[in-house]
């Protein structure tokens, strides 16, 4: 059995680990070995529904296709030391701080089969919280990670990467006609299609 280990993370925006630093690039490990799995405790914003369809940039159903594991390195750029608390740090410096702050996530593609608010391609790639860095797991069950060929409806906040508004509030798996919260902190246990209508309906007579 792979030991297992505790760690917290704060997430101020609705974004997977957005902040105004946490903005960098992926990379992704090739056959990533796991020695341990690490359990997150991730604190998301909370939405109710109507703030979840309101504030989501895009709503869409889509399945799996498949996911990687990928590395979220934040960047430190700009001068202002209050937006960027490295600004006088040398490149090393902030070289080595962007390693020590590199979080696990996992890129996961699905194919749309529904947009209901924005815009999607036939494809599209969000990025969830979690995966393997250094040979350790990293999940939570604040966001439950997609399975390739399972359906859901996802609602979408934009940033450097598509990833899901609230975490886990943000996906419902299809099932039976309708949908299921995959975390404890979505605002419905379940959603059906003329609730989501509903919604939807209001959202956009709310920004006429």
């Known amino acids: ?98 390693l020590e702050g590199a979080i696990a996530v996992t890129e996961v593609e699905l194919e749309v089969t529904a947009v209901h608010k924005g815009e999607a391609g036939d494809r599209l790639t969000i990025t969830q919280t979690g995966g393997v860095l250094d040979g350790v797991r990293y999940t939570t069950v604040q966001e439950p990670l997609l399975v390739p060929g399972s359906s859901y409806l996802l609602f979408l906040h934009e940033g450097e990467r598509p990833a899901l508004l609230g975490g886990g509030a943000g996906s419902y798996e299809a099932a039976d006609g309708g949908y299921l919260a995959m975390a404890a902190q979505a605002p419905v246990e379940s959603l059906s299609r003329d609730e989501l209508a509903l919604l939807l309906a209001e959202d956009r007579r709310a920004t006429e």
Do not use: F, K, W
């Open 1 to 98: 059995m792979q030991p297992t280990t505790a760690v917290r993370i704060s997430v101020v925006a609705a974004a997977v680990l957005s902040s105004a630093l946490l903005s960098g690039c992926a990379g992704t490990p090739a056959e990533p070995i796991v020695e341990r799995t690490s359990q997150m405790a991730v604190d998301y914003p909370s939405y109710d529904l109507p703030q979840l369809v309101g504030q989501a940039d895009r709503i869409i159903e889509g399945t799996a296709v498949s996911t990687r594991d990928a590395v979220l390195y934040p960047t430190y750029e700009g001068t202002d030391p209050l937006l960027n608390p490295l600004s006088e740090a040398s490149e090393e410096e902030q070289r080595a701080a962007s």
